[in-house]
């Protein structure tokens, strides 16, 4: 089969589907993308794509998102016409994020090619982050502005001919009339890959030897160290932790910038905010800010992490925690909608006041406490990961029958094992 993969970012989503499906050898693979250092994959041949046009910074804010999308779909309809006009190229199928408008012209292309899009997020006015933490206000403009962002995905509902959204409450976040176009089914997680490890060891900066399962870890970790992950509250959590742990080290990974919501004022970005709130508490020499880290060394301080803390807002499921849970992680998170389907109190991990620093800290320093009373938590949380979200055996399949539905008899993925 001719695949065509569209993602901004490559390999976005699609990591895990596009190295099995290279993998196989069976397939013509291109993928589409704005990234120009794009991770290597045996058997795909990957193309960089130019938006056509970027509005200017003053440009009227209910269009503005509008005009970004149409810039990128053109962009992305143009390499496409290319690939075919070039390279005698044309896809059976096109798997491709709606969120940046880069389908939204697929159709005037090749309008007879099924497209799969990935509907991640629609935006609300309640019920997912915005109004949800009161650090973070709204104003009279903010209904109009969400609705305009939503134009991406209300003509994109139109173009694909499939829909896909990693959960359930991802998927309920669009109006009603797309639920029946759009299936559910996660990524997927390699449990198979990724495994506790008991001997699992690091080594940090500041400690004269490599720390490991033996040693008090708390951990932290998003992408970057923003609001819509909780870091500012997990901050808040911080001395109390300390205090009350007097071995405990907490390793942090995440990037200083922000990927969601509003940046914080402060020069040196959230952090430096937090720092400056709650710095004379902390005793920063068994604080660890490691940055955006390798994912092997990633999988060590899950592996060897007493306590991870997972916070968010009501907002896209972060792959973290599932890959933490298949490693048998006992995790704090935050009591809210996106979490609960994932996770259930007291049997696969515990969950806590988004809004309570001193619950947080609280939960924590009993697993630091007592880690032998929580430890079936760990093995509970990798059971239900490899039964709902295991790659191979659970999401793959789904993902495969979706675009067999699609396609005609003799252009069938043939279903593993």
Not at 9 to 21: F, I, K
Not at 25 to 37: A, D, P
Not at 68 to 96: Q, S, Y
Not at 299 to 314: D, E, G, N, V
Request: glycine share 8%; aromatic share 10%.
């Amino acid at each position: 089969m001719n695949i065509l993969f569209v993602h901004q970012n490559m390999p976005g989503q699609y990591r895990e589907l596009l190295e099995w499906l290279a993998a196989t050898g069976e397939h013509k693979i291109y993928f589409l993308t704005q990234r120009l250092n794009p991770p290597k994959y045996a058997g795909v041949e990957t193309r960089i794509y130019k938006p056509h046009h970027k509005p200017k910074p003053d440009a009227y804010g209910l269009s503005k998102v509008w005009e970004e999308a149409t810039g990128m779909g053109f962009g992305a309809a143009v390499a496409a016409h290319k690939l075919e006009a070039e390279e005698n190229f044309k896809p059976d199928i096109v798997i491709g994020h709606i969120g940046w408008g880069e389908l939204t012209f697929f159709k005037q292309v090749w309008p007879d090619v099924p497209i799969i899009g990935f509907f991640e997020y629609y935006y609300r006015l309640h019920g997912g982050p915005v109004n949800f933490d009161p650090e973070e206000p709204t104003n009279a403009h903010t209904p109009f502005l969400l609705q305009a962002r939503n134009a991406v995905p209300q003509a994109n509902i139109q173009t694909v001919d499939r829909g896909h959204s990693p959960t359930q409450w991802q998927r309920d976040c669009f109006p009603e009339g797309f639920h029946d176009k759009i299936y559910v089914c996660h990524d997927g997680i390699r449990t198979d890959r990724l495994r506790p490890d008991p001997k699992a060891t690091l080594k940090l900066g500041r400690v004269d030897r490599p720390i490991g399962r033996d040693d008090e870890i708390v951990t932290y970790m998003a992408r970057n160290l923003e609001r819509m992950r909780g870091f500012h509250q997990f901050m808040r959590a911080l001395p109390d932790i300390l205090e009350a742990r007097p071995n405990a080290r907490v390793l942090v990974v995440g990037g200083n910038d922000v990927s969601y919501g509003s940046k914080s004022k402060d020069p040196a970005g959230l952090r430096g905010e937090m720092e400056a709130e709650i710095g004379h508490r902390v005793d920063w020499s068994r604080v660890h800010f490691l940055g955006q880290v390798p994912y092997a060394e990633y999988q060590k301080i899950i592996q060897l992490s007493r306590c991870h803390i997972y916070l968010t807002m009501p907002f896209v499921l972060s792959w973290s925690l599932l890959e933490s849970m298949a490693m048998e992680a006992t995790i704090v998170a935050s009591d809210v909608a996106p979490v609960r389907e994932a996770m259930t109190h007291g049997e696969t991990g515990l969950l806590v006041d988004f809004f309570n620093p001193q619950a947080i800290a609280r939960q924590v320093v009993e697993v630091l406490e007592r880690p032998q009373d929580f430890a079936q938590l760990g093995k509970a949380a990798r059971k239900h990961v490899v039964e709902k979200y295991d790659f191979l055996t659970k999401c793959l399949p789904e993902h495969i029958a979706q675009i067999n539905a699609l396609v005609p008899g003799e252009k069938r993925i043939a279903m593993p094992g």
